[in-house]
């Protein structure tokens, strides 16, 4: 994890360096961020996860698709 891009009680869009983590629920907070370890601390009722990958990642290595699926 390398930024938070948004946070509302709804849900979190976290950007890592392959792409961005959004998840999404109910009584969202983030209670801890460090960016030196990639860690983040969410909690709340957790009712999705969503990623995208970014371009320059799908690029290089298939996707995440690609990835799994070795």
Do not use: F, W
């Not at 109910?26 to 970014?54: C, D």
Request: aromatic share 2%; glycine share 12%.
């Amino acid at each position: 994890m390398t930024r938070i891009v948004s946070c509302d009680e709804l849900g979190a869009t976290l950007q890592t360096p392959l792409g961005d983590l959004t998840i999404g629920g109910q009584g969202m907070q983030v209670s801890e961020l460090s960016v030196r370890t990639g860690e983040v601390h969410i909690s709340g009722q957790i009712e999705y996860l969503q990623y995208t990958e970014n371009q320059q990642s799908k690029k290089q290595s298939g996707g995440l698709l690609a990835r799994l699926l070795r």
